[in-house]
């Protein structure tokens, strides 16, 4: 059996443009990007699913993969996945800026921890907020919708088609910066709580200045700290479901869904 140079060639781009897109979201997607997951299981689970969105796919264009316009089609379809991986990471960069204004508040803001997912140090109420909150994107199957959205991106926008719009992206800056009013709305209960508490701990102090406020001060603040940490979680959970909500929404607009 013989093939020809371009039937080579198409099938080779009919597998690695889909490759590139799915590899591309996986990178930047939350869990699937973390760095307790080695590039080994991304690449092997972008192959799979390349392999299997690959014939029911339209077919990509005739384009040598290594000439100039293979290249402009490869950046494309990375920069589509990371799109879709990025806007899952905002949601739950979200979450880790509103628990660091809430471990600040507390005195915690010097205890931290590897976050698993960015791999940085953040402070402990953080990574509460990102283990609860990556418990709840497991239980809703957001993972699972997350690989569904990316393969029925292939329908909308096809390979060698215009990418991401001018619109599409302007849609993406204008939604990040309602993740830092999330933010502030989850932060805001405990924050101007602890605030209160400070003030009343600085009468304190003048009333009783023979009282050690470093010694009585601090362990309270920990103390109301967790116990404002037990309030905010019940609302943390459908915030963080109505911003995932929110997310998936951006990503169909996104990919014209």
Known sequence: MNFTTAEITAWIGSLLWPFLRISAMLLAAPLYGAGTVTVRVRLAIAFILALVVAPLIPLPPAVEPLSLAGLVVSVQ???????????????????????????????????????????????????????????????LNGHV??????????????????????????????????MFLYALLVALPAVASMLLVNLSMGVITR???????????????????????????????????????????????????
């Open 77 to 139: 379809q990375i920069l589509i996945g990371l799109t879709i991986g990025f806007v899952l990471q905002m949601v739950f960069a979200a979450l880790t800026q509103a628990g660091e204004a809430i471990a600040l508040s507390m005195g915690l803001g010097f205890a931290s921890m590897v976050d698993p997912q960015s791999g940085v140090q953040v402070p402990v109420v953080s990574s509460y907020f990102v283990i609860m909150s990556t418990l709840l994107f497991l239980a």
């Open 145 to 178: 919708a997350l690989i569904e959205l990316t393969l029925l991106s292939f329908q909308a926008l096809p390979v060698g088609v215009e990418g991401v719009t001018r619109e599409g992206l302007w849609a993406l800056v204008s939604w990040g910066s309602t």
């Open 207 to 257: 009333a009783a200045p023979q009282l050690n406020i470093f010694a009585v001060g601090f362990p309270m603040m920990i103390m109301l700290g967790f116990i404002l940490l037990l309030l905010t979680t019940p609302v943390l959970l459908p915030k963080f479901t109505e911003l995932l909500a929110s997310g998936f929404d951006l990503m169909g607009i996104l990919t014209r869904q």
